[in-house]
């Protein structure tokens, strides 16, 4: 089979495909004809050496995919051959064929291309995790999401809006204002024409609630200004810098709690966990067309090189999918 191989990636600054030998899954996993892969943000990090893979997933790239169940283990009964499926991969995923952990399979939706499913595991499983759990965000309260355009804040938008939430996102351009603003915002901040701290003070006087980030670096301080007293901030990434000054007055004084998390390194368990409540609340949704996967520009293998320009170019208004013929 073909795989996308970033070992070269070093010496030349390109993303090479290679033949390897195809996975043979074991008794509790799919072997899945890989249709589309999603890109996201840690495939970038992965390929420049900055995210190393877990020690027992594979080395190839890619963290979710759509395709059709080709082979399943004698233990799987939730899944079988030709079955339309999209999943969450610890790795494996830039490639014709990758085998996943039955548990962390989904039904393709029936409404969706492969495309748009491949974009689904990954951001969701994310924003459901530290929207709900980390986060604890409830019915009337308020949220703050940093880079609303991206896959995850295009999750995170549509499910703060499913739980009731007033929603709050900022982004660097009116083009993407005027997106996110389309999927049902409260208020959309262009940080490039304004301070987002001045904007909720003004717009916001009790504050916020919870708050989602991915930059960290400057935006820290400014975020725990923005949260009320007993507010959460939870980082998801830190683009902007992962050792931040910290005003520690302000989180004593508010009594704020600052949490964060990884998805790929949790146990098969965990990952089921946050699937199964996925499979209950969130497909249903989707499949009625109610939440949607926001695809924004779709590749071909071919040209994986121009889908990761693209999103390190941070081109994008929602996410970025790689189809295979």
């Known amino acids: 089979m073909l795989i996308v191989c970033d070992k070269e990636y070093n010496a030349n600054g390109?993303?090479?495909?290679?033949?390897?030998?195809?996975?043979?899954?074991?008794?509790?996993?799919?072997?899945?004809?890989i249709k589309a892969f999603g890109i996201n943000r840690p495939d970038i990090l992965q390929k420049k050496g900055l995210y190393p893979p877990p020690a027992n997933a594979s080395k190839i790239l890619g963290l979710e995919?759509?395709?059709?169940a080709e082979k399943v283990g004698k233990n799987v009964t939730s899944i079988k051959e030709g079955d339309s499926?999209?999943?969450?991969?610890?790795?494996?995923?830039?490639?014709?064929?990758?085998?996943?952990?039955?548990?962390?399979?989904?039904?393709?939706?029936?409404?969706?291309?492969?495309?748009?499913?491949?974009?689904l595991p990954e951001s969701f499983m994310t924003c459901w995790t530290n929207i709900f759990e980390h986060g604890m965000l409830e019915r009337g309260e308020s949220i703050l999401i940093h880079g609303g355009n991206s896959g995850i804040g295009c999750a995170a938008i549509?499910?703060?809006?499913?739980?009731?939430?007033?929603?709050?996102?900022?982004?660097?351009?009116?083009?993407?204002?005027?997106?996110?603003?389309?999927?049902?915002?409260?208020?959309?901040?262009?940080?490039?024409?304004e301070d987002f701290v001045k904007h909720i003070d003004k717009n916001f006087p009790k504050k916020m609630n919870v708050i989602i980030d991915m930059l960290g670096g400057?935006?820290?301080?400014?975020?725990?200004?923005?949260?009320?007293e007993y507010g959460r901030l939870v980082q998801i990434a830190f683009l902007k810098g992962?050792?931040?000054?910290?005003?520690?007055?302000q989180i004593m004084k508010k009594k704020l709690v600052i949490t964060g998390s990884t998805l790929r390194a949790r146990s098969d368990?965990?990952?089921?966990?946050?699937?199964?409540?996925?499979?209950?609340?969130i497909w249903p949704e989707i499949e009625s067309g109610?939440?949607?996967?926001?695809?924004?520009?779709?590749y071909q293998l071919s040209q994986i090189n121009e889908a990761h320009e693209f999103m390190e170019n941070s081109m994008h208004m929602g996410k970025i999918a790689v189809n295979i013929p």
């Open 65 to 68: 995919c759509s395709g059709i």
């Open 269 to 281: 368990e965990e990952k089921k966990r946050i699937a199964d409540l996925l499979k209950k609340n």
């Open 218 to 228: 400057d935006f820290t301080n400014k975020n725990l200004q923005c949260l009320r």
């Open 158 to 193: 549509q499910l703060s809006l499913w739980a009731g939430a007033a929603v709050i996102c900022s982004v660097r351009t009116e083009e993407k204002k005027r997106f996110c603003e389309s999927l049902g915002c409260t208020s959309v901040i262009n940080t490039q024409k």
């Open 290 to 298: 109610k939440i949607k996967p926001c695809l924004y520009k779709e």
């Open 242 to 249: 992962r050792f931040p000054r910290l005003d520690l007055m």
């Open 85 to 119: 499926v999209c999943a969450l991969t610890a790795g494996g995923a830039y490639a014709e064929k990758v085998s996943v952990h039955h548990w962390h399979c989904f039904e393709a939706p029936t409404n969706l291309s492969f495309a748009e499913a491949a974009s």
């Open 14 to 33: 390109k993303l090479v495909l290679k033949e390897e030998q195809e996975p043979c899954p074991n008794e509790e996993e799919v072997l899945i004809k």
